[in-house]
């Protein structure tokens, strides 16, 4: 049983496997990576995506209308709407002078 090794071949059992006659695999080059870049949505554009996903499966009817409210920082907006007629029933707003007489604005006792 003889194992010798020399700079350009291994010998195993007799057998010489010189480094010229191993097979060279070819190059694998990369592919160029591609790199997504997500646009930046901005507040308004994701609050459209949220609308429409939920108007998919929100519908308002004569006998039961849908309740649409917007709420902002200083006010709030609501609307009953009929989807069938595409009508809005009724409207009210903080925005509105005698509802917004009902309301106390301020923030609270002062500590």
Do not use: W
Request: proline fraction near 5%.
């Amino acid at each position: 049983m003889s194992m010798s090794t020399s700079a350009n071949s291994v010998s195993f059992f007799g057998i010489g496997i010189g480094i010229g006659s191993i097979p060279r695999l070819p190059s694998i080059t990369k592919p160029h990576s591609l790199v997504v870049v997500s646009k930046a949505k901005t507040r308004q554009e994701d609050r459209i995506a949220r609308h429409a996903r939920i108007r998919k499966k929100v519908e308002g009817t004569t006998e039961r209308p849908r309740l649409c409210v917007f709420r902002s920082n200083k006010h709030l907006y609501v609307q009953v709407i009929d989807d069938t007629k595409m009508h809005t029933l009724a409207s009210a707003s903080t925005v509105q002078k005698p509802i917004s007489e009902e309301f106390d604005y301020s923030s609270g006792p002062t500590i």
